[in-house]
């Protein structure tokens, strides 16, 4: 009996290991990682930790130009970061689908996560939430909330030494459920616990992606990893299932019916999320319940844990250099100098220099550093024919510090990098903060919006100073750009005629309109 399982065992090896075989043959032809161990491939990057893992990703990509394979224990993974191979990829109608590494964050009936085929018909039914013209009427909002974002650090002593993201993270929150729900959440309770949440549930997805022995959902519910996951996941949905709910309490009593059944505002404005998610479209099709908490989720996760993130990174810059924090500080005191300045679209694209300080930011910290694809048909890539159902990855922190793009100095932090005289002749897919192609993110003009709303009200009302060094940051492998320590920033009030921020506005901010607006 023995003898016989024996031979039962080597034959099903002999077997899988042809079919492996036959499967990765094409991949022959491409450049593979080193070393490769049995079983697990290249895997053993699980075993480092979060910045080191960060680190051993990023010269994987850097120091491979074009295509390079890596072996996450018997599954295939293509790394590149190319500008001409990436713009190949996210631009072909056979490379929209997301690979089974995004169903490890969960809520795969959402936009962030979803097959193509669903993702096709839920984008095309919410991007009229994020056109230009409902973004504009966001950016009351986007004041309301940086203003009480002000006001929260101001209540602290001068010079207080404060953990920047805690602040900016919950700004961010206020904003997606301000403008995405239509609720006031600036005094409501819980929004550090979301945060945290959110942290962990983040973290978890990533560390899964990168573990090959965690793959298997039988192993991975074994560990306390998951009983972690799970925990922080209740926590996030618990938050927003409430405004949810009261949402849906409000449509009933503010919503009339059409003559053909379907419901809209009364007042006929653009519709925001929510009120997309929970409506009726033109062919009788709605959204399940299951698929309103996945896209809630992706929405509001996606634009707090990003752009909260990225304005904390931002204050670090400005800490490091105070030159860039003084040129800010004079353009935003020759167009924005008080609240008395209406903050518009307009007014808003005659700060230049912000613009440009923002978009060098998020070349150091793209909104997400690594992001995969899947093709759905045969592709030809770097004169290789590749099948279907397979991998590519590509990493955005590489691809933004390209010497052969950026120059010699890549890696300086210089919001020159955006002048119209450099950016003029510069690969199209060379920057790619919010990824590229069809599926870029819906919400990235949300987001530059509430960016430079947030910057305006910080610069304008402190200073920032750090005894964090440059050479001291390091980001930690996760799905966003994170640090492996807080950003801790000395928060130092202007001094100057008509300060606007011990006004009472700040102490009793007006009432989110029911429709996101003010």
């Known amino acids: ?25 094409f991949a022959d032809a491409l450049p593979s990682l080193k070393p490769v161990y049995p079983l697990i491939g290249n895997a053993d990057i699980m075993w480092k930790s979060d910045t080191k893992r960060f680190d051993t990703l990023v010269k994987i990509f850097s120091d491979h130009d074009r295509l390079v394979k890596v072996w996450a224990g018997p599954q295939l993974l293509i790394f590149t970061c190319h500008p001409d191979l990436v713009q190949q ?13 995004y169903s490890f964050a969960g809520f795969e009936r959402g936009l962030f996560t979803s097959k193509y085929k669903l993702w096709r018909t839920m984008r095309k039914r919410l991007n009229s939430s994020f056109n230009l013209r409902i973004l504009h009427g966001f950016i009351p909002v986007f004041e309301q909330c940086a203003r009480q974002m002000v006001a929260n650090l101001s209540a602290n002593p001068d010079g207080t030494v404060v953990s920047m993201h805690k602040f900016t993270s919950v700004c961010t929150l206020e904003m997606a459920c301000g403008t995405t729900l239509g609720s006031d959440i600036t005094k409501r309770k819980g929004k550090e616990e979301f945060v945290h949440g959110l942290d ?37 949905c ?6 949810v709910s009261e949402r849906r309490i409000t449509r009933s009593l503010n919503c009339v019916n059409t003559s053909n059944g379907n419901e809209i505002d009364d007042d006929h404005k653009p519709k925001i999320l929510i009120d997309q998610l929970l409506s009726t479209s033109e062919d009788g099709k709605s959204f399940n319940d299951t698929e309103i908490k996945d896209n809630i989720y992706a929405v509001i996760t996606g634009a707090n844990d990003t752009s909260g ?15 860039i924090e003084q040129k800010l500080f004079d353009e935003i005191m020759e167009f924005m100098p008080n ?79 955006f002048s119209e005289e450099r950016s003029r002749d ?14 870029i993110c819906i919400g990235w003009r949300y987001a530059m919006f509430s960016m430079k709303v947030m910057l305006i009200h910080l610069i304008r009302n402190f200073r920032f100073e750090t005894e ?27 001094r100057r005629e008509g300060s606007t921020v011990t006004r009472d506005i700040l102490k009793h901010p007006e009432p989110v309109h029911k429709n996101g607006r003010n």
Request: with cysteine; aromatic share 12%.
């Open 1 to 25: 009996m023995v003898l016989v399982l024996g031979v039962f065992f080597v034959v099903l090896c002999w077997v899988l290991f042809v079919n492996h075989r036959r499967k990765y043959k």
């Open 89 to 101: 990829i996210l631009t072909s109608n056979d490379c929209l689908e997301k690979p089974f590494l």
């Open 200 to 236: 962990i549930a983040f973290g978890e997805a990533a560390r899964r992606m990168v573990s090959v022995h965690l793959y298997p959902d039988v192993v991975y519910h074994l560990t306390n990893y998951h009983k972690d996951l799970i925990q922080a996941r209740e926590v996030v």
């Open 238 to 243: 618990n938050f927003f299932n409430r405004l």
């Open 309 to 323: 993130l990225l304005i904390a990174h931002a204050c670090l810059f400005l800490c490091f250099y105070k030159d």
């Open 339 to 417: 609240e008395e300045v209406e903050m518009n679209a307009e007014n808003l694209k005659q700060l230049t220099y912000l613009e440009k300080f923002l978009k060098e930011c998020l070349r150091h910290c793209p909104v997400a550093p690594n992001i995969s694809r899947e093709n759905m048909a045969e592709i030809e890539v770097d004169g290789i024919k590749i099948p279907p159902g397979n991998i590519f990855v590509m990493n955005f922190y590489a691809l933004h510090r390209r010497k052969d793009i950026w120059g010699p100095d890549a890696d300086k932090f210089d919001p020159e990098q």
């Open 426 to 439: 510069r690969h199209p897919f060379a920057y790619l903060p919010f990824s590229g192609g069809n599926r």
């Open 468 to 494: 964090i060094r440059p050479e001291q940051v390091r980001y930690r492998h996760d799905l966003t750009m994170k640090l492996p320590f807080d950003h801790m920033i000395k928060v130092i009030k202007r």
